[in-house]
C-alpha cells in the first residue's frame, strides 16, 4: 500500500511537470496554430544551460536558475523572431510543423554534441534535510520542487490571463485574430510572448525533470514529445485538461514502470494518445472545436 | 470538307520546333504529357542515358549511392502524392519503410517466397499498418495525422526493436539473397536495374494518377477541404486512398532496402529517418515528382558527405568518439536545410530546374 501510495505521489508530480510544459505548448498553438514539435529541444536548452551554469561555472543555484529562465525567455523571442516569424503569415500547416521539427533537430543535435549524451548531475534546491515521510508518502525534496512549482506555476498563469493587460489581450487574440487586430491588438508582441512564456516553463520543467533523473539530450527531448499525448487527452486547447491529462499520463507511465515492463514506460503515453484518438479525441475539454478545418 | 481532312491529318504530337507564343489549338492536347514530341524524345533518351547506361560505367561505390537515391525516390513519390498533392503530413513514414523491409526479409527467410511476390506483399503489410493510425485521424482536423503517426512512428520502433527477437533484435536481421528463377539477381547492377525499373513504373503510374480526376481532387482537398467537399468530392476517402499510396510506396521502397543492404538493423528506421523523409520533399520542392528526385539526390549526398567528412577524421585520429559527433552533426545539418528552405526558398530546388527548361523553352526570348 504505501508502494502504491509513494507511486502516484511519483506520478502526481511528474504529472505537473508535464501539465507545465503542456501549458507552454498550448499557449503557442492557441496564438499561432502551430504544432511546437521543437518543444523537447527547448526543454533540453534549459535542462543544460542550467547544469553548465551551476556545475561548470560554479554559480549559485539561485543565481543560476534565474539566469536560466532569462536566458530561455531570451531563446523564446529569438526563436519566434528568426524562424516563425518569416513562415508566419503562410498559413501552411506543413510548413510549420516541418520548420519547428528542424528546429527540435538543431537544438537536439547541438545538445547531445556539447554534453556528449552522458549522464550528469543536476544539484537541487531543497536541501535533502527536508525531505521526510508523512502518511507512508516519503516527500524528497524532489517532490517538494514539483509540487511547489506545478501548484505555482498554475496560480500565476491564472493570474496573468486574467487579470493584466497583455494576458488579457493574448486570450483576445487566440479567440480570434481578426477581431483582435482591428481592435489593435500588436500581433508581434503577443507571437513574440507566447514564445517568450513558452520557453520560459519549458526551462522550468526541464530543470526540475533533469534533477530528477539528470539532464539527458535524449530523454528530455522525448519528455518533449510526450507533450501530444498530455494535450489530447485534455483537448488540444485546454489548459485545465492538459494539467489533468498531464497527471494521467504520469500516473500511467510512473506505474508501467514496476507493474508491467520499464521498456513500455515510454511506449504507453503514444498508445494512449491513439486509443484517445479512436475513441474520443475531444479529450476532457469536450471542446468542439476539433472539427474545424 | 477539305478543313475536316485537314484536321484528321494532324500529327498527334505538334511539330518539334515550337515558337514561344504556341497556344493549344485542340481539347486533345490538353492530355498530353508532351508538349512536344522533341520533349517525349528528350525524355526517353534521359531515361535510357541515365538508368540504362550511367551504372554500366560506374563505379560500385557510385553505384551503391545511386542505388540509394532511387530507394528514397519511390519515398519521396509516395510522400510527394500525400504530403505535396493532398496536404496530409506523416511522420510514420521511416516505421513503413522498416516495416517493409522487415517483411520482406521474413518472407524471404521463411516462407522464401519469389522476389516479385515479396515486394508487393512488403508495401501490403506497410499499408494496413499505416491504415491503423490513419482511419482514425483523417476524419479530424489535419494536426491529428502528425500526432498519431507520430504515436506510430515510436510504437512500429518499438516493436522492431524489443518485440522481433526472432528476427534478430537490436543486433539486426541479415537478408537472404534474392532468388528468381531465370534472371540472374544475385549482382549489384541487377538489383539495380530491378530498383530503376521499379521507380520509373512507379513515377509513370503516379504522374498518371496525378493528372486524373483523383489527382485533381487531392489538389483541391490541398488547397480547401471544406470547398473540395462542397463540390462533392469525399474528403476522407480520397485522404485515405493518398494515405494508403504512400504508405505502399514506403512498404515497398523498404523491402527493396533491404535487398540492397542485407542487413538490416532496427535503430535505423528511426523518427529522424521519418524527417529525413520529409527533408526531401522540402529540398525538392513541395508538389511535384521531379522535385521529389532532386530531394532524394540532393539528401543522399548531403549524407553521403557528411559520412565521409567523419570518416576522414576518424581516421586521422583527432576525435576518439567521433561516431555520435557525426551523427549529431548530420541532425543538425539535416534541420538548419529544412529551416533555411522552408524560410529562404519554399518552392524548394525544382524551381530551378523548371527556370531552366522554361528558358529552354522560351529561347531565344528567355
Redesign the interface.
Known sequence: MEFLLQLSLDGVSLGLLYGISAIGFILIYRSSGL?NFAHGGMIGFGAFLFFALSAWANWPVIIAFAVTLVCSFGLGLILEKW?IR??FG?EN???Y???T??????????L??VF??SYHHLPVFVPHAFSRGWFGFQFTSFHIIALTAGIGVLLLYRFYFAFSPQGISMRAFAENRLTARTLGIPVKRILAMSWAISALLCALTGILLGMMNGPAADSLSAAG?KI??VI?LGG?NSIGGAVIGGIIIGLLETFVGPYASP?LQ??LP??A??LI??IK?TGFSGDRD???? | MRQMKETEKLKPFPPAFHSPGRLKTRYEEGFNRFRTARGRRFMVITVICLFGLLPLVLNDYMLHLFHAVCIYAIVAVGLTIM?GYT?Q?S?AHGAFFGIGAYTAASLVTWASLPFFLVIPAAGTVATLFGAL?AI??LR?????L???T???Q??VE?ILV?RLSFAGGSKGFVMPKPVLVDLGLETKLSLFYVTAICLLIIIWLSDNLLRSKTGRAFRALRQN??AAAAMGIDAYRHKLFAFAVSSFLAGLAGALFAYAVETIVPTFFNL?LS?EF??IM?IGG?GSISGAIIGSVAIVFLKEIIGVAGAFSMNSNIHA?AG??I??????V??????LF??FK?EGLASFYRKIKQGFNRWPFS
Open positions: 504544432l524562424i518569416p513562415v503562410r500547416l506543413i510548413h510543423i516541418l520548420i521539427l528542424g528546429l527540435a533537430l538543431m537544438l537536439k543535435s547541438v547531445s554534441f556528449e549524451k514529445l501530444f499525448p489530447v488540444i521498456q515510454n511506449l503514444y498508445m494518445l491513439v484518438i479512436v479525441p476539433f472539427k474545424k478545418r | 504530403t496536404g503530413l511522420l493510425f482514425p485521424s479530424l482536423k489535419p494536426i491529428f502528425p500526432m498519431a507520430l504515436a506510430g515510436f510504437i518499438y524489443h477541404e471544406r529522424t524527417i520529409l527533408a522540402i513541395l568518439g555520435p559527433a551523427i549529431s552533426l548530420y541532425e543538425f539535416l534541420g538548419l536545410v529544412i529551416v522552408i524560410i519554399p
